[in-house]
């Protein structure tokens, strides 16, 4: 039997998403038995995070009665971190997503400069949407491994001066309130699970943007390893990758040659103007062949790396989202490449598609982690 605990935590992910409503379908969504759903329901509402507001529509037996979560005054702020500029919005204690906006950083600069500019732009968000509301809890998602139960960074490639850095007390000392830290690829997969409502299956989910990260998601949980650095695909090795020098000083990494930085490099290689991954996304809407073939290359070889892992782990879906996963050549190449090297069976029903949650992924998942992890109850 599954743990009352993994069954709260799911049953209560499903009700923010707005997927179910009632035990009736939480029973039908988790596949446990109605007393172990009653179980969790009871524990959700003695703890305040639910309430029954009235009953739904009758199906032949008594009407069941509905389910929400308890809304409350105040907002999360969450922000997700790449090299060069932040996304930054505010959800809800609910969940849903209130705004979301962008706002330039140096992430080089390290994390008193990089939060200076964070706080600044959630302070802004909360005058303009949310004044007078409370501030009940901050998300922040870094380009990096974390350490997930201490919310610490370790040994970042891409963040200089980072490695070592305790984000969450940093942030928690700033702000005065709950704090989650998270790695970007692993909140953005929680954000695309939430989006996808009913979809229950074991998701790859891979964050192709500037660097390339990667998570599983298995019975609606994040797998996190060990030490919480899992998912770390941008340093697997591959073939034709030319040995070039990765960020991690290695050599023939998978970010060198099919993440949206090794697209930039290639593209200025070849004379274009290119200094970021929307310009490589121009240049293919614009039919530019050459753009179009090295698209098309780094979505192979990004299927080629992720083949062992889908023989291996047999999910039901393999999810592409960052920034990347907006150009089709991209996706269309990784699943080629994906039926070319995996067995049949690994991919008779396997999905593998653009994910659908954009690029508010990471910060739908911040939300969530917040409102599971944080006490909102009207105080």
Known sequence: MEPIASVRDQALRLLASGAVSSRAELVEALRVAPSTVTAAVRRLLADGVIV?????????????????????????????????????????????????????????AGPDQVFDAVAAEFARLRAAI?????????????????????GRVVGPARMPGWSGVDARALLAARFRVPVAVDND???????????RGREPGDMIYVKAGTGIGGC????????????????????????????????????????????????VRQLAEQGSPAAAVRD?????RDGDPTAVTMVRHAGRLLGVALSSLVNFLNPDAVVIGGSLSGL????????????????????????????????????IGLGHLLRTTTDVRTR
């Not at 690829?185 to 989006?195: M, N, R, V």
């Not at 020098?245 to 697209?263: D, I």
């Not at 490589?280 to 293919?284: D, E, G, Q």
């Open 185 to 195: 690829a692993k909140a953005a997969a929680i954000g695309e699970h939430l989006a």
């Open 52 to 108: 029954e507001v009235g009953s739904g529509r009758s199906t032949g037996g008594r009407p069941p009665r509905v389910l929400r979560l308890r809304e409350t005054g105040g907002v999360f702020a969450v922000t997700e971190l790449d090299g060069r500029h932040a996304r930054v919005g505010l959800c809800a204690p609910g969940g849903a997503l209130h705004t979301a906006d962008e706002v330039a950083i140096d992430v080089a």
């Open 280 to 284: 490589v996304a121009a240049a293919v």
């Open 130 to 150: 949310a004044p007078g509301q409370p501030l009940l809890g901050v998300g922040v998602a870094l380009p990096g491994p974390v350490e997930f139960a201490h």
């Open 328 to 363: 089709d050549g991209y996706v269309a190449a990784t699943r080629g490449a994906l039926y070319e090297l995996c067995l049949p069976s690994m991919t008779q029903s396997l999905t593998i598609e653009a994910g659908v949650a954009g690029p508010d992924a990471a910060l």
């Open 216 to 263: 599983l998601v298995s019975g609606g949980q994040v797998h996190r390893g060990g030490r919480g650095l899992s998912g770390d695909v941008t340093h697997v090795r591959v073939v034709d990758s030319g040995e070039r020098v990765c960020s991690c000083g290695g050599r023939g990494c998978l970010e060198t040659v099919a993440s949206g930085a090794a697209l």
